[in-house]
């Protein structure tokens, strides 16, 4: 095997995990009686490092009040992931090409079962989920 060959099993080249794929409108409601908590997790995605991306409850871009015991909000979002939208529930991405991803920090609780599904695997010492091998 020549030096400047990888080994067998990692990566050739090194690429950016967050990708412009366009953006996607979500939508998401809180009713006063399950306690005012929001019905799905929104998570905007951020690369500080290559390969490591950290999600984080989105901010909102509109809220609205159809009662007094409903909030709506509505998102735009380009990078990010969610559990659940309305009459689906099947968790989802944008903007993350997960291939490139080596490991996710941040919020992740609320999308455990995508980042497993995907391969991922969580690692309790640094209460992150690192891919195998990566």
């Not at 030096?3 to 690429?15: D, L, M």
């Not at 950290?54 to 901010?59: G, R």
């Not at 735009?76 to 080596?102: F, Y």
Request: charged letters at 25%.
């Amino acid at each position: 095997m020549n030096a400047t060959e990888p080994a067998a099993g990692r990566r050739r080249e090194s690429r950016p995990a967050l990708v412009d794929e366009g953006t996607v409108r979500l939508e998401n409601d809180m009713h006063a009686s399950s306690g005012r908590r929001w019905r799905a997790a929104v998570l905007a995605a951020s690369e500080p490092q290559e390969g490591v991306v950290v999600l984080a409850h989105a901010k909102a871009d509109s809220y609205g009040h159809p009662n007094r015991n409903t909030t709506t909000a509505s998102y735009e979002l380009a990078h990010g992931a969610w559990d659940c939208q309305m009459g689906d529930r099947t968790p989802g991405s944008i903007g993350i090409d997960w291939e490139a991803v080596r490991s996710v920090a941040g919020a992740t609780y609320p999308v455990r079962g995508l980042l497993s599904e995907l391969g991922f695997v969580f690692d309790a010492r640094t209460k992150t989920w690192v891919r195998p091998g990566a």
